[in-house]
Every structure is written in C-alpha cells, then in structure tokens.
C-alpha cells in the first residue's frame, strides 16, 4: 500500500481527503463505497479498503485509479499513476 490514500507517510488530513476523492472515483466509475468512508475515519479500515479495490470489474478499476492518479499528479509528474499501477500489479 503505497500510493494515494494508503501512502504510510501522509498526515491524517491528507489521508482523509485522499480517501474522500477516491470515494467518490469508486461510486461514480462503480457505484461501491468499498470500505473508503470508514477508513477516513478509522486506520485499521485502509487494509480492507485496499484489498477491495480488487473485487472491482477490471475495467472499472482501471478507470478509477486512472482518474485518481490524473488528479493526484503533482505538477504533471505521473508518479502516482506508476505507483498506482505497479501496486496491482503486484496481485
């Protein structure tokens, strides 16, 4: 769990609002919450929200985190999409 909302390094209130953005990512591409409200709420919730992330429909998924890492881009570096892409890769 490295990128967006389940980087190790970030503040509470980055996390929040990182989990907020992909909250909303996840009901507009598939209609799921996936655990995300309870995990901006409750750090032992960010595992289970991670491992959901993996029941979603590839293609939905894919949308997802593509957008997500469009909109986490700092300055037009594509780190996070790398990063994003290279987590589920690893599953």
Do not use: C
Request: proline fraction near 5%; aromatic fraction near 8%.
């Amino acid at each position: 769990m490295t990128f967006g909302p389940f980087a190790p390094d970030i503040e509470a209130d980055e996390r929040r609002a990182r989990l907020r953005a992909m909250r909303a990512l996840a009901l507009v591409y598939s209609r799921q919450n996936l655990a995300l409200a309870a995990a901006e709420h409750d750090p032992d919730a960010l595992g289970r929200a991670f491992r959901l992330l993996d029941y979603l429909p590839a293609l939905s998924r894919r949308k997802m985190l593509a957008t997500y890492a469009t909109l986490a881009r700092p300055g037009g570096r594509h780190h996070e999409r790398r990063e994003a892409a290279q987590a589920f890769s690893e599953h």
